[in-house]
């Protein structure tokens, strides 16, 4: 009988991160590819975009609305607000899953929801040159000052339509990445982040 095939990651098929691949203590960056995550793109209804903030920030327990870019975290959800019209929700399974479902239901009237959490693959990147390796690439200003953690920012990494997010720990950053460019992604991982040296934790 044939052997059952195994399914492997970009991360997974790459050489050279394997091959370079330094100690966790020394890396300077650290990469780890997040599996079983809820990923969710939330847009507006037509004429409901005050109302969708709203409920947006009421679930949040928050007195002010999110700023552009400008993030939330509750009960295990975090919340992004990305454009005028558009936020997305990014959780792990588990505990959030009943979090993410409550959520659901209190925009429902005013947003439509998309689940992104198959179309995207993850990968959490921290470390003390994190910010300098992304900025090799991305063309908007990663510095706290600009960028606010917890925020989030669609971007682009070598010619890939990402979504950046700020975590609130130091150093830490998540893109979100089109399944199809994965592989392309990783590829760039590789040469930008081997002057400082890379780590690959498992999920």
């Avoid at 609305?65 to 993030?71: K, R």
Wanted: net charge negative; with cysteine.
């Amino acid at each position: 009988m044939p052997e059952p095939s195994v399914k492997r990651t970009p991360i997974d098929r790459s050489s050279t991160l394997r091959a370079f691949a330094t100690s966790r203590d020394e890396a300077g960056v650290r990469v780890r590819e997040q599996h079983d995550a809820i990923r969710l793109q939330l847009i507006s209804r037509n004429g409901r975009s005050e109302q969708l903030a709203t409920e947006v920030a009421k679930f949040l327990k928050r007195n002010s609305l999110l700023a552009p870019l400008e993030g939330g975290v509750l009960n295990g959800l975090s919340i992004f607000a990305t454009g005028p019209l558009e936020y997305w929700v990014l959780a792990d399974r588990g505990l959030a899953t009943e979090a993410a479902t409550v959520f659901q239901e209190s925009v429902a009237e005013s947003a439509s929801v998309f689940d992104q959490s198959e179309s995207r693959r993850t990968f959490l990147l921290s470390g003390r040159h994190v910010l300098d390796v992304l900025a090799k690439a991305v063309p908007i200003d990663l510095r706290s000052q600009a960028f606010p953690a917890p925020g989030a920012a669609h971007s682009m990494i070598a010619h890939i339509p990402v979504l950046i997010v700020r975590r609130p720990e130091p150093a830490t950053c998540e893109i979100l990445v089109p399944r199809s460019y994965a592989s392309s992604f990783v590829e760039w991982l590789e040469e930008a982040a081997m002057e400082h040296g890379c780590a690959v934790v498992p999920d």
